[in-house]
C-alpha cells in the first residue's frame, strides 16, 4: 500500500472514531448551548447561554463564563463551556448548536414585564417584589443594598416592573403604576448587587502558555460585580494561560482556556502505519494542542520532525515526516 493510500486509510479511521465517539457518551444532565445570547453588563453566568437544561438554574448562575461591558459584543468557545461546567456537573449529554462558539451582546435597553394581576400596598411588600424580579437575573445569594428610592405607591390597579441593569454592579428598577390603564404614579429603586466570592490571585508570575494551578493562586474574598473582568474560582482549575499575568494580579477566564491534550516539550507517542503495520516511537511536542489538532513532533533524539492529530489519549497519528 502507499503512503497516500495508507494516509487516507488512516483518516477514515480517525474520522470514524471522532463521529462514534458523542454517540457513546455516557448518559447525564442534559445542556444545549445558545448560537447567540443576549444580557446586561458586567459578568456573565452559564444560564445566559443555555438554550436548555435539566441541571439546576441556581448551579448555571454561579458560574461566571466571561465580562461583557453594556453595549459590547464578545464570542466565547463552547470547548472553554463544557471544561467549566464538568468542574461542576460531571456526567453531561452536550448539544453544542450550530457553532462552536457563542457570541454575547451586551443590550442597554431595560427589560420591563407586566405585572397586571398584582396588587401592592406597602412599601415593604414592593421591595420584596422588585427583589423577586432582580432575582431572575442575578444568582439567590446576591445582595441588594438600597442606594436611593423615589416616589410613593398611588392608588392603582395594576403596575409594570423595569429592570435596568447597564452595569450589574449598580441595578435600578423603575415601577410604574397604572389606574384604569392612566400612568398615575411611578416608584425607582438605585441599588449596589454584591456576590461574594474567592477569586483567584496570582501569588507569582505566572507565563503564557503556562497550566495554572490551586498552588499558582491565592483565593480573595471579593465582590465579582466589582470587578471588570471574569474571574476564576478554585473549582474551575486547572486552565491554560494565553497571557502573563503578574504577581498579585486577578485572573481573567477571557485570557484563559482549557488545559491542551498535550503540552510542548512534553513526551508522548507517535504511531504512524508503514507496510501494513503500526508503529509507534517517542516523541516530544513542539507545540501544545487539542485531541484533533495538527501538531510538531519531534523524535527523541531530534533527527526527525513529524506532523499528526493530536488523540484524546494524548497520543499522535502521523501525518507528515519532514
Not at 471522532?18 to 448551548?33: E, W
Not at 459578568?43 to 453594556?70: C, F, H, Q, R
Not at 464578545?74 to 452536550?94: Q, Y
Not at 410613593?152 to 423603575?174: E, G, L, M, Q, Y
Request: charged share 25%; net charge neutral; proline share 3%.
Amino acid at each position: 500500500m502507499s503512503y497516500c493510500a495508507e494516509r487516507s486509510s488512516l483518516m477514515v479511521k480517525f474520522f470514524f472514531i471522532l463521529t462514534i465517539v458523542p454517540v457513546l457518551s455516557g448518559f447525564g444532565y442534559k445542556v444545549v448551548f445558545a448560537d447567540r445570547a443576549t444580557t446586561f453588563g458586567g459578568p456573565v453566568t452559564m444560564n445566559e447561554l443555555v438554550l436548555e437544561s435539566d441541571i439546576p438554574a441556581e448551579v448555571l448562575k454561579g458560574i461566571v463564563v466571561a465580562y461583557v461591558p453594556s453595549g459590547a459584543t464578545t464570542s466565547l468557545d463552547k470547548r472553554l463551556l463544557v471544561t467549566l461546567l464538568k468542574r461542576k456537573v460531571r456526567e453531561l449529554e452536550v448539544d453544542l448548536g450550530q457553532s462552536n462558539v457563542v457570541w454575547i451582546e451586551a443590550k442597554r435597553e431595560p427589560t420591563e414585564r407586566e405585572l397586571k394581576e398584582t396588587i401592592v400596598t406597602s412599601d415593604e411588600e414592593l421591595i420584596k417584589l422588585v427583589h423577586e424580579e432582580l432575582y431572575n437575573y442575578y444568582p439567590r445569594e446576591t445582595k441588594f443594598e438600597l442606594r436611593s428610592k423615589t416616589g410613593t405607591i398611588p392608588k392603582h390597579t395594576d403596575f409594570s416592573v423595569s429592570v435596568n441593569i447597564s452595569n450589574k454592579a449598580t441595578p435600578s428598577v423603575r415601577v410604574t403604576f397604572r389606574n384604569a390603564g392612566k400612568v398615575v404614579g411611578y416608584v425607582l429603586y438605585q441599588f449596589s448587587a454584591s456576590l461574594m466570592r474567592k477569586v483567584a490571585v496570582a501569588n507569582r508570575r505566572i507565563n503564557k502558555d503556562e497550566v495554572i494551578s490551586a498552588s499558582d493562586v491565592k483565593f480573595v474574598e471579593t465582590n465579582i460585580f466589582s470587578l471588570v473582568k471574569a474571574p476564576v474560582f478554585e473549582e474551575d482549575l486547572p486552565l491554560f494561560a494565553r497571557k502573563n499575568f503578574l504577581k498579585e494580579e486577578v485572573l481573567d477566564l477571557k485570557y484563559l482556556d482549557e488545559v491542551p491534550t498535550i503540552l510542548k516539550g512534553q513526551l508522548t507517542r507517535a504511531f504512524s502505519v508503514v507496510g501494513g503495520v503500526t508503529v509507534s516511537t517517542l516523541v516530544q511536542a513542539l507545540e501544545s494542542g487539542y485531541a484533533g489538532n495538527v501538531v510538531s513532533v519531534k523524535t527523541v533524539d531530534g533527527s526527525v520532525i513529524l506532523k499528526g492529530i493530536v488523540m484524546d489519549d494524548g497520543t499522535v497519528i502521523v501525518l507528515e515526516v519532514k
